[in-house]
């Protein structure tokens, strides 16, 4: 099965700066998605952005954006403006494509400093 | 527009009893999934469906089983609650394989 790998446990950004939360995954198939979601305090689970294996361009929405690179199987997801509310825990996740096995890495705790 | 619909949200067991948590969805997704959180560990899948009639086991399917006898509603059985069972579950389905999960708001469970 496919594994994900958050190394970060915590991290602490300043207000109005950029941040990257590091992801890494494993697998031997080459048809796959990488998401990565917010969860805050409050709990729910919020999606934030897809980039499928076939992707040439590196996924983008908003102030989000996933720096792909899949020679590396690496999926960062990189915040750019920080803001107070970006305060939460973030998941990188991945699910192959015809399958619905959605695996979750152990997430990263990010804190904006006003 | 209600989504993925959890119930409860919260629950205390006793060792050994039974329960069911419901989920159901009401944007005609294929795919559904169960979750399990405990701190420090993120999200693990505990069973999935790609179709009404066809499960499958996740990374840690034991002591809990489901079915998927139509496509809006995937429930969760514990069969003999475990303290260790203590965590809050998710549940969340999705369109496709390409595309974002949509989950529950989760079920907090505890057993003593």
């Known amino acids: 099965a496919q594994k994900i790998t958050q190394t970060q446990p915590g991290m602490f950004v300043q207000e109005k700066e950029a941040v990257t939360l590091d992801c890494t995954y494993d697998?031997?198939?080459?048809?796959?998605?990488l998401f990565w979601y917010k969860q805050p305090s409050s709990g729910e689970m919020i999606f934030l952005i897809y980039?499928?294996?076939?992707?040439?361009q590196n996924a983008t929405e908003g102030r989000y954006s996933l720096n792909f690179q899949k020679a590396r199987k690496s999926a960062n997801l990189v915040i750019s403006a920080s803001q107070l509310g970006d305060s939460a825990m973030y998941f990188c996740a991945m699910r192959l494509l015809n399958n619905n096995d959605m695996r979750f890495g152990a997430g990263t705790r990010l804190t904006v400093k006003p | 527009n209600a989504g993925v619909t959890q119930t409860p949200k919260f629950q205390v067991l006793k060792t050994g009893q039974s329960m069911t948590l419901q989920c159901a969805q009401d944007?005609?997704?294929?795919?559904m999934s169960w979750y399990r959180q405990d701190p420090g560990m993120g999200l693990r899948l505990i069973h999935y469906?790609?179709?009404?009639?066809?499960?499958d086991q996740g990374e840690v399917p034991n002591g809990y089983n489901v079915s998927r006898s139509t496509t809006e509603d995937f429930p969760l059985r514990l069969l003999s609650a475990a303290p260790s069972q203590t965590s809050v579950y998710f549940c969340?389905?999705?369109?496709?394989?390409?595309?974002?999960?949509?989950f529950g708001q989760g079920t907090r469970l505890t057993v003593v």
């Open positions: 969340a389905s999705s369109y496709e394989d390409y595309t974002e999960a949509f």
């Open positions: 980039q499928g294996s076939y992707d040439q």
């Open positions: 697998t031997s198939d080459p048809s796959y998605g």
């Open positions: 469906s790609v179709g009404a009639g066809i499960t």
């Open positions: 944007m005609n997704h294929e795919y």
